[in-house]
């Protein structure tokens, strides 16, 4: 019998180790799976690769991460906001490398990996200083830059519910990045709202298939800390 | 000469949505053009983060935080709208399905480069978002910008000395003194805010700028 679920956050993410790739879902709070990564950062794992679409907000979540000094890079397209002074505190002191990458390349070149695609040309960035030192192609009456896919080793992400083969739905606006990283990791873990029965789930709108799915934790929405 | 504040230029841009329009509004200013779009013309807003037919701001106490927009602000989907991943966004956005996007800009050349997304100081932390994307996927690339900088220089400049999120990408400018076409010949410009004339504009500018032959 397949069984994704898994009791808690910590077995889950268990056998991450120092060094891994680890892409984080989300976009600014929406999406963002925070007890994975409260977990994350229990578990102890360092020197992580980090990808998300920022770099963390105030005082919790991918901000605690860097705070607590477990990243060696992240790959984003949003790091600076207001609130975001614990990356900006580690990026200024060069403690932190940033690899910025427009939106919209960062989003295809993760679903690239998880499609198998060896590499793309977009047009997005070309003649600007995102694109330098990268190969570029005239195609047609258009300039394009070169971009290789994303590859990691975890995924953590969130949906709003889950079936034991790890089907998934998420919620609103918070899928962002869940169904592409969930492809684009070798073992991609899921925070959901709900489990529920196989087949409760209707076929047709299931958004990410469970064969991009490893591990689901059903995560009570603790009452978090004010930031 | 009477200036359009922001909410003046928001109303003036907004005017110019057609019906049926697929529009990205950028953050900052050109978000209040949502605010002016002219009732009766069902134009559908799109967000980076994967939404199609963005409504109004919730009430009050009726924010969900799993709906927000690129600017992380709570946000309402209209009856009809959709929610979708990010590789499908910018696929909206990169395969030329958007009609407009409605950017701001430090500087943009008469060539109509895109300057929006970093000053070039050397300690800036740089964020680009989803900017690069937009300036060259949308079928129309609307700018919105204060004329002068705060020290009166022309922000429509021969070329941009803050680091380019486009080359070539603007189509139409729109500014708190006037209207200008960026065309494959240069600036036309289109209008210009009651009592300026277009020889104080072109003092103002210090690019070269047409006049546009107006039918009629």
């Known amino acids: 019998m397949i069984d994704k679920f898994v009791a808690t956050p910590a077995q889950a993410l268990a056998d991450l180790r120092d060094g891994a790739t680890v892409m984080i879902g989300g976009f600014g709070n929406a999406g963002m799976p925070a007890e994975l990564i409260d977990a994350l950062i229990a578990q102890g794992a360092r020197e992580l690769t980090i990808v998300n679409n920022n770099a963390g907000n105030v005082d919790t979540g991918l901000a605690a991460l860097l705070k607590a000094k477990r990243v060696r890079k992240i790959l984003c397209s949003f790091p600076r906001q207001v609130d975001s002074w614990h990356f900006d505190a580690l990026y200024r002191a060069g403690e932190l490398e940033l690899e910025l990458v427009p939106q919209g390349t960062l989003a295809e070149r993760i679903r690239a990996a998880g499609a198998g695609i060896g590499a793309f040309y977009t047009p997005t960035a070309f003649g600007t200083r995102l694109a330098e030192g990268k190969e570029t192609r005239r195609i047609g009456d258009r300039d394009y830059v070169l971009e290789y896919p994303i590859h990691a080793d975890y995924a953590l992400i969130k949906a709003d519910r889950a079936d034991r083969w790890g089907n998934l739905v998420y919620r609103k606006s918070a899928r962002n990045f869940g169904p592409i990283m969930a492809a684009a990791a070798k073992c991609t873990v899921v925070q959901v709202r709900e489990t529920v029965e196989l087949g409760a789930l209707d076929p047709e709108a299931v958004v990410t298939p469970g064969i991009f799915v490893k591990r689901v934790v059903k995560v009570v929405p603790a009452q978090r800390k004010a930031a | 000469m009477k200036k359009l504040d922001r909410k003046q230029m928001a109303a003036r841009v907004a005017r110019d949505i057609p019906e049926g329009a697929y529009v990205n509004l950028g953050i900052g200013l050109p978000t209040l053009v949502a605010d002016y779009l002219p009732k009766g013309r069902e134009i559908i807003l799109h967000s980076e983060n994967g939404i199609l037919g963005i409504g109004p701001k919730p009430p009050a106490g009726e924010e969900d935080e799993d709906l927000i927009n690129a600017g992380k602000e709570p946000v309402t989907l ?111 410009v289109v209008e210009t805010v009651e009592g300026l004339s277009f020889e104080e504009l072109q003092r103002l500018t210090g690019v070269p700028l047409k006049r546009m032959l107006t039918a009629a």
């Not at chain 2, 079928?139 to 941009?160: A, D, F, N, P, Q």
């Open chain 2, 78 to 188: 209209l009856t009809g709208g959709c929610y979708f991943h990010h590789a499908d966004s910018f696929a909206m956005i990169r395969g030329r399905h958007l009609d407009f996007a409605i950017l701001g800009a430090f500087q943009v050349s008469t060539a109509g480069d895109l300057a929006n997304w970093h000053t070039g100081a050397a300690d800036a932390i740089p964020a680009v978002g989803g900017a690069m994307d937009l300036a060259v996927g949308a079928k129309k690339v609307l700018v919105m910008m204060e004329h002068l900088t705060k020290k009166g220089e022309s922000k429509i400049v021969e070329r941009c000395t803050y680091p380019l999120t486009g080359a070539r990408c603007v189509d139409r400018i729109y500014t708190d003194l006037a209207v200008i076409d960026v065309k494959p010949d240069g600036l036309h």
